[in-house]
């Protein structure tokens, strides 16, 4: 394609307002605001933190009691998700789990996403000691099996049979997540920080006399964080899920915390005599995800002038 | 008897929409056995991609061939059964790129990639096929082929990964070589090696050449004939001595004054150079009439209106400008007599 | 001959080669830079050329203080130019600056050109007040003759030649004394890179700028340097006036390298002599990674080398034959031939 490489040149043909020095974070908002893909992520997102925020304006039924009568009772009158094996309404259920579920997916992320680039903004600019040492240690954190690394976490944090309030277990199992998954965070901060470095855009802003916080906060933070981005989009989705998996081995969130991983966990193994326990806090899972996806793409694509 | 390779008012568009590019716009050019003829044009003239069409290995998407004819010794490619034109390439037709690093596959040997060839195509055995290797090492004029076959691309400095890509490119004999931008990332002590050894064996297999550069000082030294491009179109065309005297395009002679030359004094002493003003025009939005007319400080009101057609001057000079007379006539204003250095 | 602005004596800059991960350990050196010395006048175009590898950019790097020497001087207006430490040396980064090659990585593609042509007023805030940055930077892009009104465009909205205008802008920016152009024209077309040649002229006479211009192509140093010193492996092995380097050259690595550029003039096919040199460069590092070639560098590739050239590393200087300095003990001007 380098055959076509070469732009027009529309240099004099233009209206002579003269144009406003404006940042890449202006722009890129100018930008986002054009996105139609943009306004639907961030439509599903708003509707998603309402959920979290104030559940009782979606329901007014207790997610928590639940009336063996009603087991098993498929979608229907009174319930539109139908109930679970113990008799509790699907959708209040779902509902409430969101609050849980978008608290460790967005805390889990974004802990994972600022220690990772900290730490691979550091190693990939300062390449020396500091790197070989983040280096190894992300290695032996990256290491662990995550579910190993969870069971020794969690098992340590608390006594067994020691009953835990939801925030502080949220607040354990964001801390899991984080210690065990930032050293993936940082090797791709740190590929792209050394990648950047060496662009001579950096050596001209040297020459210019830019000290160090210049250099990481101007030149190469704006061009690394696309990766970090959407890697922490796509992330999001794996942490809830992996939230889901702490709680199915009876480590992470449970009873009586209501979230999507607590339910799925519960679901899963009457797949065949309850779907709607499962299908319905799964394809919240789903729309979840796909928004914060399409959100980080369109942040990236945003944040990129040439797509423009 | 027909010409080892003719192409014919060749279109190429890219792309889709308002934004389409055309990048080929007729073009047509044909080479002889033995010869060499050189194109000549700067990045977006469409010289990579007639190349590309005419060995068949053109990215379609995002290319699109619209028209036009390429013909090898009389038999039609464009549209021919791919089985044909896989069978061709290799054995008639084959292509030597500018980046050689990229060109050889970094986990096998040199030798193993040239035996390869021999290998699937001649249907030789393991140890024949690499014999054959170390000979065409050799015929490249790398010292010690033996050896060297054992080894990796990376193992090879520039100069040696451009002979060995050379090797694997004549192989199986072709006819005729293209040579997309051949020396452009090799220094110049090398670039004038490489240029030796092509002269060499075309002369030696009288093979045709087809040479893609954009250095008009390549183009002197071993072109035969010259076709120059501009904006998907062949703007001149005619033999090197010609071109250099009497270019009949003004951006033939554009090109020659932007050239700062190691040996002529006149240039020197810093008297400023007097280069071709504005740059080429998108190819999404070529200007009406002649291409090139922004950009010349001749152009008339015809020059607006007409696109002047590449037009037969005598003795097979042909350029595409309604003025092209005129500047033929002039000629160029460079002195006859030179100080050349020698050892 | 004014006092020199910048003068280099006997420049060394080698790079370690390590192996291991956590523990690196040094198993030999690249002596990219290897004994150079040179001077620069206010004013004047001091060309260094050679072919990849010869170590000129890493000259450059040095000199620019972008990366430490290992050892030599270098002066800028009779300071210690490697003694400098902070405001100091911020302060000097006002008087030298750098145009580099690649007009495609040189520009941050995040940022407006009106934030790349401010940045250096960011740094250095007392070159131009607030109120009076957008005048200078469109000042500046209308002196490189680019369109004032697109401070707001991004660099991918450029072609490559308007591309290292906008580089070039940036180095005059903070008004230096010397600018170090890198190749700055080696990755542009034919026609743009003529353009770009006329405009660095122009702004020498204009502001009066000192260029140390490196480059590998020998038609671009000779249209525009006054001085020119050749390199080869690290060292300079010859250097005089762009007349006695292109008319006498005297070192055979200089005769070979002039020899091998092509003229763009077919009727000279045949008649100018060819010298052509075996094989590449060897590597700063030579074949084992500590050694390059002993005695002289150029000797494994060269059509004169004698025993002693293995031998004795030879001075750069004037001898007896020639009347500019060339590091070779056989060093002799060519004869010249005149052609109809």
């Known amino acids: 394609m380098s055959e076509l490489a070469t732009p027009p040149d529309t240099a004099r043909d233009e209206s002579p307002a003269v144009e406003q020095t404006r940042g890449l974070w202006v722009d890129g908002w100018a930008d986002l605001r054009r996105r139609p893909r943009f306004w639907i992520a961030a439509a599903l997102i708003l509707v998603l933190l309402l959920m979290a925020l104030a559940p009782s304006l979606f329901t007014s039924v207790d997610p928590t009691v639940g009336e063996l009568s009603r087991s098993r009772q498929p979608p229907g009158d009174g319930a539109i998700f139908g109930y679970d094996l113990q008799g509790r309404d699907v959708y209040a259920r779902t509902i409430y789990g969101a609050a849980p579920s978008l608290a460790v997916g967005f805390l889990a992320t974004l802990g994972t996403m600022v220690i990772g680039s900290l730490a691979g903004l550091l190693a990939g600019y300062s390449q020396g000691w500091a790197d070989s040492l983040l280096s190894r240690i992300g290695e032996v954190f990256a290491g662990l099996p995550f579910v190993l690394g969870g069971i020794v976490i969690l098992t340590s944090l608390n006594e067994p049979g020691e009953i835990v309030g939801a925030q502080e277990l949220v607040f354990q199992v964001v801390l899991t997540i984080v210690v065990l998954t930032w050293p993936v965070a940082m090797r791709i901060m740190r590929a792209a920080a050394i990648e950047t470095a060496q662009q001579d855009y950096v050596k001209a802003a040297r020459a210019l006399g830019a000290g160090p916080f210049r250099i990481v906060l101007r030149h190469i933070l704006p061009n690394t964080l696309a990766p970090v981005l959407v890697y922490g989009a796509i992330q999001f989705g794996v942490f809830i899920g992996a939230e889901a998996t702490l709680s199915f081995l009876g480590i992470g969130l449970r009873d009586p915390v209501v979230s999507w991983g607590v339910m799925i966990a519960e679901a899963k193994d009457r797949v065949q005599d309850i779907p709607w326990a499962l299908f319905f806090p799964a394809g919240f899972l789903v729309v979840t995800v796909l928004a914060f996806v399409m959100m980080g793409d369109a942040v990236r694509d945003a944040l990129d002038p040439r797509g423009r | ?343 | ?340």
């Open chain 3, 1 to 340: 001959m004014s006092e020199p602005i910048l003068s280099v004596r006997d420049l060394v800059k080698h790079f370690p080669i390590t192996r291991g991960v956590l523990f690196r350990r040094t198993i030999g050196h690249v002596r990219a830079v290897d004994g150079v010395s040179l001077d620069l006048h206010p004013g004047e175009t001091l060309g260094v050329v050679g072919e990849s590898g010869c170590g000129k950019s890493t000259l450059a790097q040095v000199l620019m203080r972008l990366i430490p020497p290992t050892g030599g001087t270098a002066t800028f207006e009779g300071e210690d130019l490697f003694a400098k430490k902070g405001a100091a040396l911020t302060a000097w980064r006002r008087d030298m600056q750098i145009v580099l090659q690649d007009p495609y990585t040189s520009l941050n593609p995040r940022k407006t050109v009106g934030d790349i042509l401010g940045e250096p007023f960011d740094i250095h805030p007392e070159v131009a007040p607030k109120g009076d940055r957008r005048r200078r930077v469109q000042e500046l892009l209308e002196v490189v003759g680019l369109n004032p009104e697109h401070i707001r465009r991004y660099p991918h909205q450029f072609s490559g030649g308007q591309r290292q205008r906008i580089g070039i802008a940036r180095a005059l920016a903070l008004r230096p004394k010397v600018i170090v152009c890198d190749e700055p024209v080696s990755a542009l077309d034919v026609s743009i890179q003529a353009q770009v040649l006329n405009l660095l002229g122009d702004l020498q006479r204009e502001f009066g700028l000192a260029y140390l211009f490196i480059a590998h192509d020998l038609g671009v140093v000779r249209h525009l340097c006054d001085r020119v010193a050749v390199m080869y492996l690290g060292s300079i092995v010859e250097t005089g006036s762009a007349e006695e380097i292109y008319r006498r050259a005297s070192h055979p690595y200089t005769q070979a390298l002039l020899s091998s550029v092509p003229v763009p003039d077919p009727s000279l096919r045949g008649r100018r002599e060819a010298i052509r040199l075996t094989g590449d460069a060897p590597l700063p590092s030579g074949r084992s990674p500590a050694d390059p070639p002993s005695g002289c560098r150029f000797r494994t590739r060269c059509p004169k080398a004698q025993p002693v050239c293995a031998e004795e590393p030879p001075a750069l200087e004037v001898r007896a034959s020639t009347d500019h300095p060339a590091a070779c003990h056989f060093a002799e001007p060519p004869h010249l031939v005149r052609t109809e």
């Open chain 2, 1 to 343: 008897m027909a010409a080892l390779l003719e192409v014919e008012d060749l279109r190429v568009e890219f792309g889709r929409g308002p934004e389409t590019a055309s990048v080929l716009n007729g073009v047509g050019y044909h080479v002889d056995e033995g010869e060499t003829l050189a194109v000549l044009g700067e990045s977006g003239s469409g010289k990579s991609v007639t190349a590309q069409t005419v060995m068949g290995i053109l990215d379609a998407p995002p290319g699109r061939i619209i028209g036009g004819s390429v013909r090898f010794r009389g038999e039609e490619l464009l549209g021919a059964d791919p089985e044909r034109r896989r069978l061709l390439r290799g054995e008639s037709m084959a292509m030597i790129f500018q980046d050689a690093l990229s060109a050889l596959n970094p986990v096998y040997t040199v030798g193993f990639q040239i035996a390869e060839q021999f290998r699937f195509r001649r249907g030789m055995s393991r140890k024949d096929a690499t014999a054959r290797a170390v000979e065409m090492l050799d015929q490249v004029r790398i010292p010690n082929a033996k050896q060297r076959v054992k080894e990796y691309p990376h193992q090879f400095s520039g100069g040696m990964r451009q002979r060995a890509m050379i090797a694997m490119s004549l192989a199986l004999d072709p006819e005729l070589l293209i040579a997309d931008e051949p020396t452009t990332a090799l220094d110049v002590t090398v670039q004038a090696q490489i240029m030796d050894l092509l002269d060499e064996l075309r002369r030696e297999r009288g093979m045709g050449l087809v040479l893609i550069t954009h250095d008009l000082g390549v183009v002197a030294e071993v072109a035969d004939r010259i076709a120059v491009m501009y904006a998907g179109r062949i703007v001149e065309h005619t033999d090197a001595e010609t071109l250099y005297a009497r270019p009949g395009h003004p951006y033939t002679r554009g090109l020659m004054d932007s050239v700062p030359r190691v040996d002529d004094p006149g240039h020197a002493a810093g008297a400023p150079l007097r280069p071709i003003p504005g740059l080429p025009p998108s190819l999404a939005a070529i200007p009406n009439g002649c291409p090139f007319h922004p950009r010349c400080a001749y152009a008339q009101d015809v020059c607006v209106d007409d696109v002047p057609p590449l037009r037969e001057l005598g003795d097979g000079h042909q350029a595409a400008c309604h003025f092209a007379e005129r500047f033929v006539a002039e000629g160029t204003d460079r002195p006859t007599t030179h100080e050349v250095v020698s050892g």
